[in-house]
């Protein structure tokens, strides 16, 4: 089996590229690949059982943010087949699950809903100014829900990105806002049934900045456990999940090759080699990984991550990676490996570097 240490003998172009470098990511200085690119479970980071992860095909929708309760829209050709289960808890522990999957007739049946969810406690709960200057809404619906906030200087007339993850906890971070102004939002939830509610009109002011203090969520030394329920709506599936203390979720199938290697890794067939270390897949290499060390970026201390394009932005792929469906991460705006610039990032002057995307800005 290949181990980390032999990156180089495969991987020669990206070893010889950061030698030259004057910013160096420390775990590719101390020859450290293995820390975020070999898939692991645990504190120990022992890796996954090759079999399994070579051929866990992740599906979209996974949960970035940690809650105890997840519903997952999973395709009816799923039903009566298995599925691997992920939950990332905290201090790295994290349990893996195969799942089997009721036939479809055997989830239950939801009885038609056609009242409108009741959105509660609606409040912006900060307006602070890191990177950018944001503001965090929050809100409870009393079933699950989509999550959409309109908001503009004079009317809601401008359109957040949908949050699709269905939830009775909602919580949107809105970034594209200036100084000394007052806004008016409202916040817009749609079941599962297609009812929608919009909520009354509210204003909040970016005049002052403001953070209502947090609740420290309380640590357990406990394993990760979790208890599932299907259910089938019309032609639709779905599952939901709930476990015993707050997690990050994601669902795969058995249906597949999950990673293909990158084109500076010198292998020709598109696919790792049987005797490779199984990969982290991209969306978790690209962000998740980051914020195993640096938790201190998470929120208005950084970018938004893991989060679409603002609707009409152009991104040009070239200067800045994107994920393959168009998702922002870490790797944006910075250099994974090394660079000649400050902080890794991709251009060298930093006004350049946001208004490479942020055109409206200059």
Known sequence: MIGPEQ???????????????????????????????????????????????????????????????????IP???????????????GKKTLRLEVQLPNF??????AAVTKPPEITELNVEEVKQGVFLTARVTWKTDRVTDSTVLYGENEATRKNIVDPWLSKDHEMLLTDLQPRKTYTFSVASRDIFGNQKVSPLKTFSTHAFFSKPSIE??????????????????????????????TSMRLGTLDGPMHASSKDSGLQSGKLPSEHLPLVDPRFLNTGVCLTCHPQTKGVLSHPVDVQPKRGMIIDSREYKILGDGRLTCMTCHVAHASDNEARVVKSDKKRLCLGCHKNFG
């Open 7 to 73: 990156c180089c003998a495969c991987h020669r172009e990206v070893c010889e590229d950061t030698a030259n470098k004057r910013y160096v990511h420390a775990p590719v200085r101390e020859k450290q690949c293995a820390l975020c690119h070999i898939a692991t479970i645990g504190a120990d980071r022992t890796p996954v059982a090759k079999k399994e992860e070579s051929k866990v095909r992740w599906l979209p929708g996974s949960y970035p943010r940690q809650g105890m309760e997840y519903w997952f829209s």
């Open 76 to 90: 009816p050709a799923l039903a009566g087949k298995k599925i691997i289960l992920q939950a990332d808890g905290q």
């Open 105 to 110: 007739q055997e989830a239950e049946q939801l």
């Open 217 to 246: 969520k309380t640590k357990t030394t406990e394993k990760v456990t979790v208890s599932g329920k299907y259910f089938r709506v019309d032609n639709r599936f779905f599952a939901r999940f709930v476990t015993n203390q707050p």
